[in-house]
C-alpha cells in the first residue's frame, strides 16, 4: 500500500509473506512500513535480505529478514513468520485484514495480522494516518486478544522504527518522546505512548550492499491477557 501527500511518502508492506518457493530471501515483515520526506527517507527497513546482494555475509542476510529488521511491532523477540535455519519460511502470518480511507484532510490505512495468534493469542493491528499536508503522520499498533491461546503472565513487545541514513535522533527532557534532525536541515518530532522509549544503534544496506550505522526508535512494553496499545506520530517541526 502506498501514501502521499505533498512531498511525503509512506509505503507499507500490506500482504503475508511470498510463498517459499515463489521468491528467494522472503521477510518477515508483515506491517512494516518506509517512510520519506522528499529525497529524505525518515523511517526505513534494514534491507540487502537478499541473496543477490553479494557484500552482506550469509549470517547478516540471515538477520536482515527478521521482523526485528523492520519498522513494525515483535511480540515475544519472535517472528511474525518463522524463518527456519535452511532459509525457508515457516508458519505465522497467514491472513491480513485492510481497509483505506481517503479525504482531503488525510489519508488512512488499518490493517492487521495473524502472525502471533496461534503462539501467544494476539492480533497485531495497524492503524496509519497521513495528514493532506504531508507534515504530519500518525499511527496506533494494538495487540488485541483472539484464539485461545494465551501465554502466563505479559509477554514482552517491541515497536521499531528503523531510522534512515543521515537521520539524527535526539531523546527529550520529556518523557516518550524525540527529535530527528534531517540531512537538509528539517527537524520532525516524534512521539508515543503506551510503552517506553529509547534510542538503539541499528544498521541500513545501501544501493551497493554496504553496511550504514544507523539509528531506531525503539518502543518496549508488555502487553498483558487483555492486549496493549501504544500511539506515536511523527510530525514536522521545522
Known amino acids: 500500500q502506498r501514501l502521499a501527500a505533498a512531498q ?9 509473506p511470498p510463498i517459499a518457493r515463489a521468491i528467494e530471501g522472503g521477510c518477515a515483515s508483515t506491517l512494516a512500513f518506509e517512510f520519506s520526506d522528499g529525497a529524505q527517507r525518515i523511517v526505513v527497513n534494514c534491507g540487502g535480505a537478499r541473496a543477490t546482494v553479494a557484500q552482506v555475509p550469509a549470517s547478516l542476510a540471515h538477520g536482515l529478514r527478521t521482523t526485528a529488521a523492520h519498522s513494525t511491532l515483535t511480540l515475544g523477540d519472535s517472528n511474525s513468520t518463522a524463518i ?23 489519508s488512512r490505512i ?22 493532506g499536508d504531508g507534515r504530519e503522520l500518525r499511527g496506533e499498533d494494538a495487540l488485541l486478544p483472539e484464539g485461545r491461546k494465551r501465554q502466563a503472565g505479559s509477554t514482552n513487545f517491541a515497536l521499531r522504527f528503523h531510522l534512515g541514513d543521515g537521520v539524527e535522533a535526539m531523546v527529550t527532557a520529556e518523557s516518550g518522546q524525540a527529535i530527528l534532525r534531517l540531512d537538509d536541515g528539517a527537524l520532525w518530532q516524534f512521539r508515543c505512548r503506551g510503552g517506553t ?22 518502543v518496549t512494553g508488555e502487553t498483558p491477557a487483555g492486549g496493549a496499545h501504544v500511539s506515536w506520530a511523527f510530525k514536522r517541526a521545522l
Open 8 to 16: 511525503a511518502v509512506l509505503i507499507m508492506d500490506a500482504a503475508p
Open 197 to 218: 522509549l529509547a534510542i538503539e544503534e541499528s544498521l541500513w544496506i545501501d544501493g551497493t550492499g554496504r553496511p550504514v550505522a544507523t539509528q531506531q526508535l525503539v
Open 110 to 131: 488499518e490493517a492487521s495480522h495473524d502472525g502471533y495468534v496461534r503462539r501467544y493469542g494476539f492480533t497485531h493491528r495497524r492503524q496509519l494516518l497521513l495528514t
Open 84 to 106: 527456519h535455519a535452511d532459509g525457508t519460511l515457516g508458519r505465522g502470518v497467514a491472513q491480513v485484514e485492510l481497509s483505506r480511507q481517503e479525504s482531503d484532510a488525510a
